[in-house]
C-alpha cells in the first residue's frame, strides 16, 4: 500500500500500476480515484457490495472485478489469475477509458 501522493506525481504512479485496488463501502458514491483510474486505462479491483453505484458502472464498463469486503479468498484468487495472465487485463483496462 502506498499512502499519500501529490497529485503532480499521479500520472507517473497510474502509469506503473498493473492493476488498480479500490475499497468502497458506501452504496451510492463514485470515487473520483475511481475515473482517474479509468483514464489512465488501468483495471480495477473492486471491495465492494454488488449493489454499489461504484460496481455496477465499472461492472457495465467491463473494467473490473468485483469482490465483496470480506471475501479474502476471492481477492487471493483473482490477484494470482491476474499475475499469471489468465485475464485480458490490459484489454479490460482499456475498456474503462
Given at each position: 500500500m502506498i499512502g499519500y501522493q501529490s497529485y503532480k506525481y499521479m500520472p507517473d504512479f497510474y502509469a506503473s500500476v498493473f492493476v488498480s485496488l479500490r475499497s468502497h463501502l458506501a452504496l451510492t458514491a463514485f470515487p473520483s480515484k475511481t475515473?482517474?483510474?479509468m483514464a489512465f486505462g488501468k483495471p480495477i479491483i473492486a471491495l465492494t457490495s454488488e449493489k454499489s453505484d461504484l460496481a455496477d458502472i465499472i461492472k457495465k464498463a467491463k473494467c473490473c472485478f468485483v469482490i465483496a469486503h470480506c471475501n479474502i479468498d476471492?481477492?487471493?484468487?483473482?490477484?494470482?489469475?491476474?499475475?499469471?495472465?489468465?485475464?485480458?487485463?490490459?484489454?479490460?483496462?482499456?475498456?474503462?477509458?
Open positions: 475515473m482517474e483510474i476471492m481477492l487471493h484468487e483473482i490477484t494470482i489469475k491476474c499475475l499469471n495472465n489468465e485475464f485480458d487485463i490490459v484489454g479490460m483496462g482499456h475498456n474503462g477509458l
